[in-house]
């Protein structure tokens, strides 16, 4: 974020993973597995391993497509692929996977890669492949190829089952509702994360916290109910800024004062007044609260089963839409963006709009998709893989330092301490408090260099292997990686 990166900064290099996947491929192919079983367990596999091979391509371009398990024997001094040509193999594992998975799994198979997976995780590759990221130039074959693939993606999940879920707040404590496509599953005590423990408060969490911390500038995107931005609201209340507000801001974010029934406490009010607590406390003045399960005790934080949820149908949608988008198709775009909004609990208004600006220009229309999933998607790993890929990090983020906003007591934190449990926000809110702008990013303003939009194979791989070439724009780079 802050433009020092080197040449080894970032390693994901997934052979090893690879490697497994490429020796059960070959295992299940000399088998004595019937049919059926070994069609299935080849099409998780190659699902799998066109996920591995896209998180490489992803950030590095083209990468050494090795599609069968290396011997001893073998040229093991590899060239990086194309890029076009590891998108396409990796298009065509996602096919012959398609054709071979169930729409859904039933019992304790629930959560394997399904049909409704391959085609989605497909889909989100297409969009990628056709973004400024990839895509400089603005082929429009290529959007054209994604808008197709994922209008067809959205009508054939929905058609065999799967729909937005009614609740937005509880998607990840509903597990395997109707929404979720592809997903890791956790189960306590065997298989568990802290997600929890790393974003909850350090007096409700157990040996992590002070993750995924909202910024003001997170907090000010979410719209009111109406679905206007707050910049453009008579309603919105800088001093309430809580009030009113698109209802995904309350299943998301954590400010002082909320009620946040943490560890099944009772009325449990959330404080991140400066002084409220000496347990590494926020220094945003918020916290994250989505797929935070307020029943977790402290223990069971660190211990949590909550599922992962990597892709859900909304981004079906979503991405249907930014390819309607950018292919002049801005009814189906809207269309998709009102069914967003609507699920959310945004008001219709009159004009049926759920606050959308009516007759968007295309670059309106783009910017609009793109705050959408910045909301629908907050804090699901999902931003920052859309600044890339739409190459928005300088236009969106550089050269600005984030802010918090940081509450401060009025009055004596003795005082306040003895009446905090009755007071009301709602209305005594400015009479114990005032907000401050804090300075987040303290040393430097961010700075995304333009050629980190495809990063350095570090250099231990380089070293391994004479014929790897460096990525253009690092150290003497030769590898193209938009070929």
Not at 58 to 81: F, H, K, S, W
Not at 143 to 168: C, F, R, V
Not at 218 to 245: C, K, Q
Not at 425 to 437: G, L, N, Q, R
Request: charged letters at 25%; glycine letters at 4%.
């Amino acid at each position: 974020m802050y433009g020092q990166l080197t040449t080894n900064s970032i390693d994901n290099w997934n052979y090893s993973s690879i490697r497994n996947i490429n020796i059960m491929l070959n295992s299940i192919k000399n088998s004595n597995l019937d049919v059926e079983t070994k069609a299935s367990l080849r099409a998780q596999a190659l699902v799998l391993r066109a996920w591995r091979y896209f998180q490489m391509v992803r950030q590095y371009g083209g990468v050494p497509m090795i599609m069968e398990p290396q011997a001893l024997t073998d040229d093991l001094y590899v060239t990086r692929n194309k890029t076009s040509e590891c998108i396409n193999l990796i298009i065509q594992d996602s096919d012959e996977a398609i054709q071979d998975l169930p729409w859904k799994w039933t019992g304790d198979d629930e959560g394997r890669f399904s049909k409704a997976t391959a085609i989605a995780l497909k889909g989100r590759i297409l969009l990628y492949y056709a973004s400024p990221q990839f895509n400089p130039e603005n082929k429009a074959e290529r959007w054209e190829t994604a808008y197709a693939y994922n209008k067809k993606a959205a009508e054939q999940i929905e058609t065999n089952g799967y729909d937005l879920y009614e609740s937005y707040e509880n998607i990840w404590f509903d597990e395997m509702n109707k929404e979720v496509l592809f997903v890791t599953r956790y189960q306590e005590p065997d298989i568990v994360h802290h997600w929890d423990a790393a974003t909850r408060p350090l007096s409700e969490a157990q040996n992590y916290s002070g993750a995924n911390q909202p910024t003001k500038e997170m907090v000010e995107s979410y719209p009111m109910i109406t679905g206007v931005p707050i910049t453009e609201s008579a309603d919105y209340d800088p001093l309430h800024f809580w009030r009113n507000r698109d209802p995904r801001f309350t299943s998301t974010i954590a400010y002082n004062g909320c009620l946040w029934e943490l560890s099944g406490k009772k009325d449990r009010i959330q404080w991140t007044y400066q002084g409220s607590s000496t347990l590494n406390p926020s220094a945003s003045g918020f916290y994250c609260r989505k797929a935070i399960n307020v029943n977790f005790t402290p223990y069971d934080t660190e211990r949590s089963s909550t599922d992962w949820v990597e892709i859900r149908f909304a981004e079906v949608l979503m991405n249907y839409a930014e390819c309607a988008a950018e292919t002049q198709k801005y009814d189906e775009a809207y269309s998709v963006l009102k069914r967003i909004r609507k699920r959310a609990g945004i008001t219709a208004g009159d004009n049926n709009m759920y606050g959308l600006k009516e007759n968007m220009s295309h670059n309106e229309m783009i910017a609009a998709i793109m705050l959408e999933r910045k909301i629908e998607f907050a804090y699901e790993g999902k931003r920052y893989w859309d600044l890339r890929r739409r190459r928005m990090f300088a236009s969106e983020m550089n050269g600005i330092k984030r802010h918090g906003l940081l509450p401060k007591l009025k009055g004596s934190p003795t005082e306040f301490d003895n009446l905090k449990d009755k007071v009301d926000i709602e209305k005594d809110y400015t009479t114990y408090f005032k907000d401050s702008i804090v300075v987040l990013d303290q040393k430097y303003e961010i700075d995304f260099q333009d050629n980190y939009y495809f990063y350095a194979i570090p250099n231990k791989h380089l070293e391994q292997n004479s014929k790897l070439q460096q990525t253009q724009g690092w150290d003497n780079g030769t590898f193209n990686p938009y070929e």
